[in-house]
């Protein structure tokens, strides 16, 4: 399915804040726009009194950070009801206190965009904003979104350490640094948990599984494991 027109800005965002607005007012996809807007009419019962988000999800975190969380996608019943990353589902339930453990995070928990979670040297941004259905964004649709990605590195002048959350957001970053001229190709680069690679702009890539459900509910990823890859990431970040 062909997307809309890649939009109407007039000029690249001189701030993360105006940025998250851009993102926020995205129509680019006209089938995640359909699908997170039917979510947020229908919910689920367990959530039927939540006035959900229902839009693409900007980034959050600490404007000045060393290290960005790259992950997938919203999820249907958690970012794209809550309007923050990771918030108010079982990936974020795993997430947040691993952060909280390693420095990055205020609280252990994150249940709203109004919970107080402030985030310490670290911003967490997503492959594509909106929540695709089956948790699986059709190519296109993570194109639309690479803009964004672009614009927001540019924009993260401090920015050290790129964490890339899964095989999904692992590629995303790999394309950008091809648009930016950083590598020639993807393929002399594999994804496994742990993986790092420093590029010419001096910047690392670390990479981790998905703190999904499927993965942390098997042991395929664990708490240790997890919170060995932030504290890897402020190694690196301070190189």
Not at 213 to 222: A, E, H
Request: net charge positive; charged share 25%.
């Amino acid at each position: 399915m062909a997307a809309k027109s890649r939009g109407t800005v007039n000029a690249a965002p001189r701030t993360l804040e105006e940025l998250n607005q851009h993102i926020i007012a995205c129509e680019r996809c006209p089938r995640l726009r359909e699908y997170c807007q039917h979510i947020a009419a229908v919910k689920k019962k367990a959530y039927r009194d939540w006035d959900y988000w229902g839009r693409p999800v900007p980034s959050f975190g600490d404007t000045r950070a060393r290290v960005m969380i790259l992950g997938l996608a919203p999820g249907a019943h958690g970012s794209n009801r809550t309007g923050r990353p990771f918030t108010g589902d079982g990936s974020g339930d795993f997430l947040y206190p691993v952060l909280y453990e390693t420095g990055y995070a205020s609280q252990p928990k994150a249940t709203s965009r109004d919970d107080g979670m402030k985030l310490r040297d670290l911003w967490i941004s997503a492959t594509v904003r909106c929540a695709p259905p089956g948790n699986k964004p059709l190519p296109e649709e993570i194109a639309n979104c690479s803009s964004y990605l672009d614009e927001e590195i540019a924009l993260l002048s401090t920015l050290r350490v790129v964490v890339c959350l899964g095989q999904i957001a692992f590629h995303a970053y790999l394309k950008f640094l091809v648009r930016a001229g950083e590598i020639a190709r993807r393929s002399a680069f594999t994804f496994s948990h742990g993986a790092e690679y420093v590029f010419p702009d001096g910047r690392w890539l670390l990479a981790s599984y998905h703190p999904s459900l499927q993965n942390t509910n098997t042991g395929r990823l664990t708490r240790p494991m997890f919170a060995a890859i932030f504290n890897r990431a402020r190694e690196l970040s301070a190189k």
